[in-house]
């Protein structure tokens, strides 16, 4: 076990395969979980900042942050105090009682987003924020309006509305047929976009940058054509923001930094910095589009997850963690590619949302070594190693990550 340190692991030679305790755990997860995420190959036991430790006290630099969610690192007592004064206080009151939290972040939520128009609905995952958002759309529509636009290779969630417009074979196709028609054009592609686009759409749904797809932004200018199309045709712009989300690119969310303003905006991930909550934003005439009883959650906007959103909120301000994704993101995308490592194609995404991509496909050999150099990154495609850390990320730990790339690369280089 390495002790801590400033700029990242410390290691010694790089370990190989789990450890002893890893191995039992992993033991008893196949043999009392279903098989629907394989056996993770890290067992993770406690963290503290953008820091982890497996249950064989093996340190890792966590450069993947709960997919995108651990926006204030590990442990962070901004968090931590308002999730255990919340629990001590109050954790749950139903929707049949308001409390005070749920009405703080929504106004925090809308004052972030500008418009003082915009109405909130929690819910308790990226998944349901959609469901919301489909929900919505559908009911400001009406039922000559039914049909769905999405994009292929887009990822909006597991449940089956949000399954039905996720853009990935692999993971849509088995659970079909949905009873829903879904028109998916290639991503970016505002002319595919157009032709798709006619009166009987109810609404559009993308990602700013695909995330799932191996974090692939959509040409510079596409949200404000996809607005555009949508204004034309009188059909709802969803964006999708999950992940891209609460600070992930150097902004609050992705969209202001094109100037453009969807009409229903999902949230997740980050926004509990941990904590399971998701939102759903509706702006004008979809900020009301619910009547009442027209759509619920016994757990969304809890008590809990709206307090420890509420401190990622105030935490990404007051400690100007904006301004530290872009820097650091800028730095640590900047010491990837002055590598010059042969196995690396360049580097996508902004902020500290990045994929480096490859020359081969290798990304999931590159997870495997670099968790043996003690860095937690993620084969999101077969060419694409995602990295989303804590926003809390400093310019040194990005550095112990670059500093140890080029050895961990040639160890996967045929
Ligand atoms: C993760 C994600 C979802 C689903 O969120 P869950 O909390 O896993 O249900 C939806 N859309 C995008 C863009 C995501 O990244």
Known sequence: MSAPTAGGPTSGAPADGPGEATRALQERFQA??????????????????????????????????????????????????????????????????????????????????????ARVFLANSGTEANEAALKLARKAAGPDRPVLVAAENGFHGRTLGA???????SIRAPFGPYGTEVR????????????????????????????????????????????AICDEAGAAFILDEIQSGIGRTGHWFAHQAEGVRPDILTLAKGLGGGLPIGACVGFGRFATAFAKGDHGSTFGGNPVAAAAALAVLDTVDKEGLLDNAARTGAALADGI??????????????????????????????????????????????????????????????????????????????
């Not at 399954?163 to 074979?169: D, M, N, Q, R, Y």
């Open 32 to 117: 009392a979980l279903m098989p629907n995420y394989g056996v993770p190959p890290v067992a993770i036991a406690r963290g503290e900042g953008a820091r982890v430790w497996d249950a064989d006290g093996r340190e890792y630099l966590d450069l993947i942050g709960g997919i995108a969610v651990s926006a204030l690192g590990h442990g962070h007592p901004a968090l931590v105090t308002a999730v255990a004064d919340q629990a001590a206080s109050l954790a749950h009151t139903s929707n049949l009682f308001l409390h005070e939290r749920e009405v703080e972040l929504a106004e925090r939520l809308i004052a972030l987003l500008g418009d003082p128009s």
């Open 163 to 169: 399954l039905a417009v996720t853009g990935k074979e």
């Open 184 to 227: 998916f054009v290639p991503h970016g592609d505002a002319g595919a976009l157009r032709a798709a686009v006619d009166g009987g759409v109810a609404a559009v749904i993308v990602e700013p940058a695909q995330g799932e797809a191996g974090v692939v932004p959509a040409p510079d200018g596409h949200l404000a054509e996809v607005r």
């Open 337 to 414: 590619r002055a590598t010059g490592h042969p196995l690396v194609a360049g580097v996508r995404g902004s902020g500290l949302w990045l994929a480096v991509t490859l020359t081969a496909d290798r990304a999931a050999d590159v997870q495997a070594r670099a968790a043996a150099h003690g860095f937690l990154v993620n084969a999101v495609a077969p060419d694409a190693v995602r990295l989303a850390p804590p926003l809390t990320l400093t310019t040194g730990q990005a550095a112990a990550f670059t500093g140890a790339l080029p050895a961990i690369l040639d160890e996967v280089t045929p």
